[in-house]
Structure formats: structure tokens, C-alpha cells
């Protein structure tokens, strides 16, 4: 005899196994550092290594998370309801002292096909994004 579930047990058992953020890139873990939350372990790595390289005077202005506005040919690129112009959120972005210019900087284990074209709407934008990768 086959066991049957209502509609609504059927929903439930499929949002059971999808709690975690599904915006998790081949299974990055949320870390927290001297309580920031970042979205990897290497994500979090590289912030340290920039706040020493700030507190050495290499790089000034540092940031974390900042929003960059995506622009087209006709205009803002803007999100399907048309009431907000899309952004990329970089990871983080400062001045390097030594070449006296602004860098966006990006942690990627892997670059996914939605990233590969965001950073090519940016370079015609004219901002060139730092790829970072953890050293292993």
C-alpha cells in the first residue's frame, strides 16, 4: 500500500532541506571575525590581510560590501520590477597608495556565469575588478 501526503506535508518536505542560504556558492560557510559576518572563511582571510596592509600604509580607505550601480547602453540595468536599478556588491574596495588608484577587489573560489557577466557590464563601465583567490 502506497502512503499518501496532503499537499501541504508535500511543500513542507520540500522547504525542510532548504533552510541554509541558497545563495551559497559550492558550499561556502558563513564565518564571523571579531563580530563581522563574511561569506567564506577566505572572504573573511582576506579582510585581515587588507587591515594590515592599511594599518602598514599600503592601501587607504578600505571598505567592505560596497554597491556599485550597474549601467547599459540606455541606461541603469534595473531589476525586473523596474523600480530599482541592479548593483554588484564587491567585496571590498580601497586606494592602493603605491599606484594611487581605486580597487575593486572580488574573492572568488569560482567565477559563475553571473559574475563573468557582471564584471563584463563593469569593464565597460570602466571599473576593472581584482580577482583574489585563496592561496592553498
Not at 499518501?4 to 571575525?33: L, S
Request: proline share 1%.
Amino acid at each position: 500500500m502506497t502512503e499518501r501526503m496532503t499537499a501541504k506535508q508535500y511543500r513542507q518536505a520540500q522547504t525542510e532541506g532548504r533552510k541554509e542560504d541558497r545563495r551559497r556558492v559550492r558550499g561556502t560557510i558563513r564565518t564571523e571575525v571579531d563580530g563581522e559576518s563574511f561569506d567564506s572563511k577566505t572572504e573573511a582571510q582576506r579582510w585581515q590581510e587588507l587591515l594590515l596592509l592599511q594599518m602598514a600604509g599600503d592601501i587607504c580607505g578600505l571598505r567592505r560590501q560596497v554597491e556599485i550601480g550597474l549601467i547599459g547602453r540606455a541606461g541603469p540595468i534595473m531589476t525586473d520590477s523596474g523600480r530599482q536599478q541592479r548593483v554588484y556588491r564587491a567585496d571590498f574596495v580601497y586606494v592602493d597608495n603605491a599606484l594611487g588608484t581605486m580597487v575593486v577587489e572580488d574573492r572568488k573560489g569560482h567565477e559563475t556565469e553571473k559574475f563573468k557577466l557582471i564584471k563584463a557590464i563593469l569593464s565597460a563601465q570602466g571599473i576593472e575588478i581584482l580577482i583574489t583567490r585563496a592561496r592553498g
